[in-house]
């Protein structure tokens, strides 16, 4: 700690001004010589001054509290009012006096408590906290806990307060104070508030804000705002005005609610045009107008002054009621009254809600019929908030007024300012103040109703002046340094993309001969279909088969079957795939039935109860319906639809759904047949998504090898599906940073085509966080030379281990130990710490991606058939799952799925199929 500190304490002022502002209370703590009081402040002081005399006069001074921690020695005298500084250690108060209440002679039976005089009529939750703090500084010296105080309010009033809710309040407080003391510290950054107006620091600290640009100098912008802000690397008004982005209308939902965009008033103040936002709200015309403003002292309530401009076409007349004193309050408010009524249509322009809750308040408290006026009311705020935006940091009616050419005559005019000039004329009776105070409220009501013309203009002009321009078509941009890395990002990513490979593939060209054909074929089909409808719906049969009768019964073993006469028939429909196209054939078994005398049942013959009781077609048309279920996306219904027009076959979608679940029940063996090959593989992609199942959000998992491909179904997002399937898996689990991986047991690698998205996204977003674009580019840096090498090399760990070193020098000087301002930062340096052993893996391991590609890619077809979809049936999932992951599997391996599922394999790779046929791709 620096000598000079040493001398420093903390008072109950500095922890009272931490509490408004951290940057006022470090200016008290090392520069409180530069403090320049405002006028408002000094009438606080004045009246405070006044009351602590008035109080003291009230208390006999018999004797006087000395107390010096220092030299240890405490000395107590009896009286009741003490002196106003103690001190402890670090802590002292400044402006604290020290009752005693109990008069006593010997020392343990003395009660002190502490007094404040406040600047208020009311209490308030700051100053109860800064007795609270006097009340420590007490019990630190006295030790023992003092559990009440009193404040004196503005004018007198005395209240009692209990400490024991305010004790720890302060205490964040101190810690930092104590931390300023203790190591020298620049100030905190200037953050313009509501306080700044009457704080006596403002004359610094206002400049700073200025020259910094700072976004607090918009008005009313909330900390939550700033924060948001903070986080995203935006520190100034030009950095602000280059996020507004136009957003279109929601015309199908409701009219969202009117909101104050600061990006949209950053613009207006970076390029000095007005802006419109939105529909305009209508003013209401008349052939008189009202203009009203009301003066009041908020301490007390006190109304003190009406000043009301009634506009004819030709004339303006000037009317303003004044009192003196509270019991005048009454007497001018009836006199509005009376006023407003002699203009019963004439609508009534006020500035603010300020008057509306005045009049509906006052009307109470002196009954008076104020319906018809609080209708009339119109708040011109309306029309600008939200919808106008002035090139101004406020949307106030003064700094509108000025902007466009409306001043007032004296400089400082405030309601701040108003309310000192009141005071004045109440203490000295100067009839100067009382014409400040006439002349600043006529202004307000002038310039308001030169204001509504100007509004007026605007509406009506609008489309045809230079300076006027139409949010909706406005829009921000990024800087040059930011938009050359999103566009090497942008190339980087088409690498990791699905279809860079199969864009190296030069597909067979279909001749015009061929596409003719085609034509011609579809023609000849939409006649026969018209023709077939002509006819009577009999299905021919193209062949008959007969079977040999059973001869021993299924349920009694060894037990003969006696022949019958009675026939039993079956006919399966089923499709014939051959070069010239496919060919419906219609197929039917006959047999004698047989009986057995044990269970006396009659049995069709084998071959016909092999064929099933219900089911009437064949393999080969389940697998055209399969196909067409699951590579070429077509709803059931279609697929009857598709039946009926090539085929001529009625059939609901119930049985087209039966027949898709019976052959997915025939390729269960093949989906764990999948799933074992990929457990076997060294790497293994995962990834997941969600889907719409009845209404519910429930996810889609897949893993992958590469060419195998198995899909699972769960309710939520836990992870634990993934862990049982990985269940002492040895090898590499490529996935994106979803954290229900990370404690997958096995090596992994993170994609890093998600991470270099979230940056991109980020930097789009951000695009003035210096700090964000200086790490994104040393990520570039980092990244792109071992990117380029896996392109020319590929994944081979000879070739990419040199990258190490890269890799440790980012790291030192990026990440370990660095301190960043921006949330956004802090954020990616916790990222990028976690997972730095998940994120290179790919250079010590050959074949590792550096990407989740292949997981995503299995996908598509989730996402694809979502959009299409909508939502998904929870019954059939399971089945759908099964079709898709050998969908997905034959593609991967450039395999036809048709062919897959006509030829009646179960193992994909064993199945060769057609040479000339690569499969179908997505």
């Avoid at 190591?183 to 950054?189: E, T």
Wanted: glycine fraction near 6%.
């Amino acid at each position: 700690m620096n000598a000079k500190n040493q001398e420093i304490r903390i008072s109950e002022v500095v922890v009272r001004a931490h509490l408004d502002c951290a940057r006022k209370s470090f200016l008290l703590m090392f520069h409180r010589d530069q403090r320049k009081p405002t006028e408002y402040g000094v009438m606080i002081g004045e009246r405070k001054s006044r009351d602590v005399t008035n109080y003291l006069s009230k208390h006999e001074i018999r004797g006087a509290l000395s107390l010096d921690v220092i030299s240890g020695e405490h000395h107590w005298a009896a009286g009741d009012i003490s002196i106003n500084q103690i001190i402890s250690k670090r802590l002292e108060t400044e402006n604290v006096f020290f009752e005693i209440v109990n008069n006593k002679s010997r020392i343990e039976k003395l009660s002190i408590s502490p007094v404040i005089f406040s600047a208020s009529h009311t209490l308030r939750q700051e100053e109860r906290i800064e007795l609270a703090f006097a009340a420590h500084v007490l019990d630190q010296i006295h030790k023992t806990q003092t559990l009440s105080g009193k404040i004196v309010l503005l004018g007198g009033e005395e209240k009692s307060v209990r400490l024991t809710d305010f004790a720890q309040k302060f205490h964040p407080a101190i810690a930092l104070l104590n931390g300023w003391l203790a190591s020298s510290q620049d100030p905190p950054l200037v953050v313009l508030n509501k306080h700044c107006a009457e704080c006596e620091f403002q004359h610094l600290c206002r400049p700073i804000a200025e020259s910094e640009d700072s976004i607090s100098l918009l008005a009313r912008i909330g900390p939550a705002e700033l924060a948001r802000y903070t986080r995203k690397g935006i520190f100034t008004i030009k950095q602000l005005s280059f996020l507004y982005r136009a957003r279109k209308r929601n015309r199908r939902g409701k009219t969202p609610p009117v909101k104050h965009l600061y990006e949209l008033q950053a613009l207006a103040l970076r390029t000095g045009n007005v802006y419109l936002h939105g529909d305009a709200t209508l003013i209401p015309s008349a052939s008189v107008e009202i203009f009203l403003d009301i003066e009041v002292l908020p301490e007390t309530e006190f109304h003190y002054l009406i000043g009301i401009v009634v506009a004819n076409q030709d004339s303006l007349e000037r009317h303003q009621y004044w009192a003196d004193s509270k019991a005048d309050e009454a007497a001018i408010f009836a006199k509005m009254i009376i006023l407003l009524n002699c203009h019963p249509t004439s609508p009534i322009f006020h500035y603010g809600n300020f008057e509306r809750v005045v009049i509906t308040k006052l009307g109470k408290t002196y009954d008076t019929p104020i319906d018809t006026i609080l209708t009339r009311l119109f708040n011109v705020n309306t029309c600008i908030f939200g919808k106008i935006y002035f090139p101004v940091r406020s949307n106030g009616l003064k700094e509108i007024c000025n902007f466009i050419g409306l001043p007032w005559s004296s400089p400082g005019a405030s309601g701040l300012q108003s309310i000192v000039w009141r005071y004045r004329y109440d203490e000295t009776q100067d009839e100067k103040f009382c014409n400040l105070l006439l002349a600043y409220n006529y202004e307000d009501c002038e310039n308001l109703r030169l204001l509504v013309v100007r509004l007026r203009e605007i509406a009506t002009n609008g489309k045809h002046s230079v300076d006027i321009r139409f949010a909706e078509i406005e829009g921000g941009s990024l800087s040059e340094q930011a938009s050359t890395i999103v566009f090497q990002f942008k190339k980087l990513l088409v690498s990791a993309h699905g279809k860079y490979e199969q864009s190296k593939i030069i597909l067979k060209k279909v001749s015009k001969a061929n596409s003719s054909s085609v034509l011609a074929g579809k023609q000849a089909g939409v006649l026969a279909r018209e023709n077939a409808r002509n006819k009577h719906n009999t299905r021919k049969v193209d062949k008959t088969i007969k079977v040999r009768r059973g001869r021993t019964c299924p349920k009694h073993p060894g037990r003969l079957l006696k022949p019958t006469e009675i026939e039993s028939t079956r006919t399966i429909i089923d499709l014939i795939f051959t070069p010239r196209g496919v060919k419906k054939v219609v197929t039917r078994y006959i047999g004698k039935q047989g009986y057995c005398s044990a269970c006396h049942s009659q049995y069709s013959p084998p071959a016909i109860r092999r064929l099933g009781s219900v089911q009437n077609y064949g393999h080969g048309f389940q697998a055209w319906v399969a196909y067409h279920r699951m590579a070429l996306r077509l709803p059931i219904d279609k697929i009857t639809q598709l039946i009926e027009d090539v085929f001529f076959e009625k059939i609901s979608s119930s049985q087209v759904y039966a027949l898709f679940e019976q052959l997915s029940r025939y390729y269960v063996f093949s989906e764990n047949l999948l799933l074992k090959k990929i457990l076997s593989s060294a790497i293994i992609h995962a990834d997941e998504t969600t889907v719409n199942i009845l209404g519910s959000s429930q996810y889609i998992w897949v893993i992958t090898d590469g060419t195998h491909v198995v899909f699972r179904h769960t309710e939520g997002r836990d992870a634990t599906v993934i862990h049982k399937l990985l269940d002492g898996y040895k090898g590499v689990l490529c996935s994106d940073f979803y954290s229900g991986y990370d404690s997958v047991e096995c090596a992994q690698q993170k994609c890093w085509a998600h991470l270099i998205r979230d940056l991109n996204d980020d930097l789009r977003k951000s695009p003035f966080d210096i700090e964000l674009e200086t790490f994104v580019s040393a990520v570039r840096d980092l990244i792109v030379p071992i990117f380029e090498a896996t392109e020319k090399y590929g994944l081979k760990v000879r070739n990419l281990a040199k990258f190490h070193k890269s890799v440790d020098h980012f790291y030192d000087h990026q990440i370990i130990g660095k301190t960043y301002r921006s949330d956004l930062m802090i954020t990616y340096q916790k990222r990028f710490l976690k997972y730095r052993d998940k994120l290179f893996v790919f250079l010590d391991r050959d074949g590792v991606p550096w990407n989740n590609n292949m997981a995503e890619r299995a996908l598509r077809h989730i996402a694809v058939q979502r959009k299409i979809s909508g939502s998904f049936g929870k019954g059939g999932t399971l089945r759908y799952l099964i079709f898709l992951g050998i969908t997905q599997s034959c593609r991967f391996q450039e395999k036809s799925l048709l062919q897959f599922l006509l030829s009646g394999e179960k193992d994909i790779d064993e199945f060769k199929g057609k040479g000339e046929f690569v499969g179908w791709r997505m």
